[in-house]
T-cell receptor, first 110, second 112 residues
């Protein structure tokens, strides 16, 4: 079946460090891929998305590239800030349903 | 434009009590969804609706009922709450099924 696997957290970084959060997926067909972010006490917000192979989604300094050959959609940011501390969810859209990974908590310290 | 709103924000119930969670969206979206979020399990789809007057089961529908009498509202009901339903509940909506989903702020429910 369709599924999303994310690296377990928490990921702990110092400010200005490079961030990678791994995400791989299993799906039939050609799903759209998403990263959502959840700040403490809030709902999920769309961070970025990609709808076809080799597409790169980007927003707020975050990037992720849809890699069909490795079934991956890793999230990267070159220099994290304290304000990026949140839980990040990778998700795939197949048909009309979103399937989420379990989430990765990012903690950034000054 | 408020987006997706949920009421209430917090609720504590005793086992066996009933309650209804309300989700409202002002974006004229066709699709609406109810998820629950539990530690270490991400978000799981409870029920969803593809338009006014329609509902369908998601991944974890047992113990919940839903109604979509108006396009802008999607109600989630618990007829007899159980401690296993302690969770954070999120509503979401999208214009079409293949479009981006927009989420509400969540309702934290505790069942004692």
């Amino acid at each position: 079946g369709n599924s999303v696997t994310q690296m377990e957290g928490p990921v702990t970084l110092s400010e200005e460090a490079f961030l990678t959060i791994n995400c791989t997926y299993t799906a039939t067909g050609y799903p759209s891929l998403f990263w959502y972010v959840q700040y403490p006490g809030e709902g999920l917000q769309l961070l970025l998305k990609a709808t076809k192979a080799d597409d790169k989604g980007s927003n707020k300094g975050f990037e992720a590239t849809y890699r069909k050959e490795t079934t991956s959609f890793h999230l990267e940011k070159g220099s994290v800030q304290v304000s990026d501390s949140a839980v990040y969810f990778c998700a795939l859209l197949t048909g009309d349903k979103l399937i989420f990974g379990t989430g990765t908590r990012l903690q950034v310290f000054p | 434009n408020a987006g997706v709103t949920q009421t209430p924000k917090f609720r504590v119930l005793k086992t066996g009590q009933s309650m209804t969670l309300l989700c409202a969206q002002d974006m004229n979206h066709e699709y609406m969804y109810w998820y629950r979020q539990d530690p270490g399990m991400g978000l799981r789809l409870i029920h969803y609706s593809v338009g006014e007057g329609t509902t369908a089961k998601g991944e974890v529908p047992d113990g919940y009922n839903v109604s979509r009498l108006k396009k802008q509202n999607f109600l989630l009901g618990l007829e007899s709450a159980a401690p296993s339903q302690t969770s954070v509940y999120f509503c979401a909506s999208s214009y079409k099924g293949e479009d981006t989903q927009y989420f509400g702020p969540g309702t934290r429910l505790t069942v004692l």
